[in-house]
């Protein structure tokens, strides 16, 4: 059975800028073909397209990353059942969430004083507004009457404890099925990603500069000379090389293959938030300093049948400046000549469906890559070919539930 595999290629020019920096406040760098490189960090891109999707997504489809997690869910056992006192609320969240992940929710230290402080867990939980709801019903049910100890009793029973399990494992968030979790102490909760990002590496070689800025007091008389502050910020500008990889059938795993009208629409849904955000997100390092608000140059986009492929390499020898400045049009060059070419070697020709959003002459070369598009007509073509493949694959697989086993 083949495979349903989205590859996401773009040409990205960044002016000065600090998108994502170190702990010494550098923007951050990789070695890459011998050259110090720009580099943005997988977590930053993923982080500001998740982002992205308050505006793409609807909220009930999204997870809340947190470690008051049990502020979360009394909240909503507050909405469900106002009668639950706030004291009693915050217990029996705790307590259920301690019984459907294993984590332990202990008051942070910070706020040891506080007879009224929320316990926290140790680490960030990720779950889906529609397992909180889970826990706060479930809850509700169990210690609602009788409080933390009904609660106790409630959960001592298998099924009810099953029940809370199953609550965090089942009807997961877009963005936790595309990302991916992982619950440090129940692994079984874990959520293996659909999407794999890569580091964003610049096409050509970098240096990084210093901005020397002054500040001047308001309340500065005319004849009192200097500045009020001083300080100084690294930046970088760059032609950046971003990829991602969206394997869809582990999408369908973690949402689930079809929706209860039995249509593949919340995966086709994510897969084109998914590509959205990422096309059109930016990391917000430094963004007030240095209003680097920029859109690609250039998109690739393959659907493939086997496995994911990544157009790094082509720029493994760094780009050189072009005649008259900028590292676009050889960018954009340098890519339309190593995609064939890698394609051919590996007879990857004519395995899937390839789209090009571009503009500008730079980007010309690109033009023979794919079918050229809009954004908008990208987005309703890749969750058209993504439908159909999933459409197909259902079929496939009823057809084989329905082959006899064959015997001795």
């Known amino acids: 059975m083949t495979r349903t595999i989205l590859d996401i290629h773009i040409l990205q020019t960044v002016p000065p800028s600090n998108l994502n920096r170190d702990d010494t406040g550098t923007p951050k760098t990789a070695v890459y073909g011998g050259k110090t490189r720009a580099r943005v960090s997988s977590q930053a891109w993923k982080r500001a397209t998740r982002q992205a999707f308050s505006e793409l997504l609807d909220p009930s489809e999204l997870g809340v990353r947190t470690k008051r997690v049990a502020e ?42 506080d007879a009224d ?21 479930l809850a509700i049910e169990g210690g609602a009457e009788g409080g933390p100890a009904a609660l106790k009793t409630f959960f001592q029973n298998k099924e ?77 500008s760059a032609t950046l090389y971003r990829y991602a990889a969206v394997d869809v059938d582990r999408l369908r795993e973690n949402l689930g293959s079809v929706d209860e009208a039995g249509s593949a629409e919340p995966i086709r849904r994510a897969v084109t938030a998914f590509l959205e955000g990422f096309v059109s997100s930016l990391p917000t390092g430094k963004i007030n300093t240095f209003g680097n608000h920029t859109l690609p140059a250039a998109v690739v986009v393959k659907l493939r049948t086997r496995r994911p492929i990544s157009f790094v390499a082509a720029f493994e020898r760094p780009v050189g ?88």
């Open 160 to 236: 009810n404890k099953a029940r809370a399990r199953q609550a965090v494992d089942t009807r997961h968030s877009v963005d936790i099925a595309l990302f991916g979790r992982m619950v440090a102490n129940s692994t079984d909760l874990n959520v293996d990603a659909a999407v794999q990002v890569a580091h964003a590496l610049s096409v050509h070689a970098v240096e990084i500069e210093s901005d020397y800025y002054t500040a001047v007091d308001d309340r500065n008389a005319d004849d009192e000379m200097g500045a009020g502050m001083i300080g100084s910020v690294d930046f970088n």
């Open 321 to 408: 400046v072009g005649e008259e400045g900028g590292f676009v049009r050889k960018s954009c060059d340098r890519l339309a000549a190593y995609v064939p070419g890698l394609e051919r070697a590996y007879g990857l020709t004519d395995t899937g469906q390839s789209w090009v959003l571009r503009f500008g002459e730079e980007t010309e070369a690109l033009a023979a890559l794919g079918t050229e598009v809009a954004l908008p007509e990208l987005l309703d073509a890749v969750g058209s070919a993504v439908a159909a493949r999933l459409e197909v694959k259902e079929v496939e697989e009823a057809g084989e539930s329905a082959q006899p086993v064959a015997t001795a």
């Open 72 to 113: 979360v869910v009394a909240e909503r056992m507050a909405a469900l059942d106002p009668s639950v006192s706030p004291e009693d609320a915050l217990k029996l969240a705790a307590d259920t969430v301690e019984t459907a992940t294993g984590s332990k929710m202990t008051v942070p230290k910070r706020n040891a004083k």
């Open 117 to 137: 402080a929320a316990p926290e867990s140790s680490y960030l939980m990720f779950l889906s507004r529609r397992q909180l709801d889970a826990l706060a019903a």
